[in-house]
């Protein structure tokens, strides 16, 4: 079965059916950023990374991500700058598909 990694600043509840779909198909982890806990759901793995808020940016342990990135075989990210972690790790050498989302108007 093919391996997801997904980045996510929050996990919201509306997301969770999707991901829970995902996970029929695939191997899905989830790391985010809440402070909620854990899924109810067992489909999916959810790990909660730490985050700083430094001005306009939330810091975390890049290096976490970039070790967890080679151990799946694609991973989304949210394409939001104020996240540096979750595009920093990708750039260079990859050993992963990447693929960013986003939407047009946020913050």
């Given at each position: ?17 999707v991901?829970?779909?995902l996970?029929k198909?695939?191997s899905?982890t989830?790391?985010?950023a809440?402070?909620d ?13 730490p985050?700083?808020r430094?001005?306009?940016?939330y ?7 970039y070790?967890?990135?080679?151990q799946?075989?694609?991973?989304i990210?949210?394409f939001?700058?104020r996240?540096p972690?979750y595009i920093?790790p990708?750039?260079g050498?990859?050993?992963?598909k990447w693929?960013l989302?986003?939407i047009?108007t946020g913050?």
């Open positions: 079965m093919k391996s997801l990694l997904i980045l996510q600043d929050a996990l919201t509840e509306y997301r969770r059916p991901l829970d779909e996970a198909y695939y899905v989830v790391m985010h809440n402070k806990g854990r899924a109810i759901s067992g489909n999916y793995a959810e790990f909660i990374i985050q700083m430094v001005g306009p940016f810091l975390q342990n890049i290096a976490s991500i070790k967890a990135r080679q799946f075989d694609a991973v990210s949210m939001d700058l996240w972690a920093l990708f750039i050498k990859r050993h992963a693929i989302w986003g047009v913050k």
